[in-house]
């Protein structure tokens, strides 16, 4: 008796809302990418955070996994990235697990940047680099 009692009122709150409220997707994460100081020229910025790229001594791109995101987070995106501020709308891309890639550059966060100081610039760890992502794709 409970579950026929369950089932109607189910039934019963379909009917009142309507079918398309109940087939409404969630809210979808787009993760937006622009410049840091809005002028379309310097280091991109995601969430108000500067973002980087991982790079090895010869410029091959280096992952990061395990105790490396914990200091190095991927920046990420549910649905398709936002450009703004000079960033290139059609350069920016996801991979398989949703990092948002730029010019084709993993990108990341630095756990301990501040707001105004890119702390990780040219830091060495994790087999690699830390580099900056620039309007035009440099890595510095």
Do not use: N
């Not at 410049?35 to 001594?57: I, M, N, P, Q, W």
């Not at 990092?99 to 990108?107: A, D, I, M, S, W």
């Not at 105004?116 to 830091?123: A, L, S």
């Amino acid at each position: 008796m409970k579950k026929l009692l369950a089932v109607t009122m189910l039934v019963t709150a379909a009917a009142l809302i309507g079918p398309a409220a109940l087939a409404t997707p969630a809210a979808t994460h787009h993760t937006t990418v622009g410049t840091k100081h809005g002028d379309g020229r310097s280091v991109l910025e995601a969430r108000s955070r500067f973002v980087y790229t991982h790079l090895a001594a010869g410029g091959k791109e280096v992952g990061c996994s395990a105790s490396c995101l914990k200091i190095w987070p991927l920046v990420t995106s549910r649905a398709t990235p936002r450009a703004i501020d000079g960033v290139k709308q059609h350069r920016l891309g996801t991979t398989a697990h949703h990092q948002v890639t730029y010019y084709g550059h993993r990108l990341y966060y630095f756990t301990y940047d501040s707001p105004t100081v890119p702390f990780g610039r040219g830091i060495t760890s994790f087999g690699g680099k830390w580099r900056l992502i620039t309007v035009t794709g440099t890595a510095g």
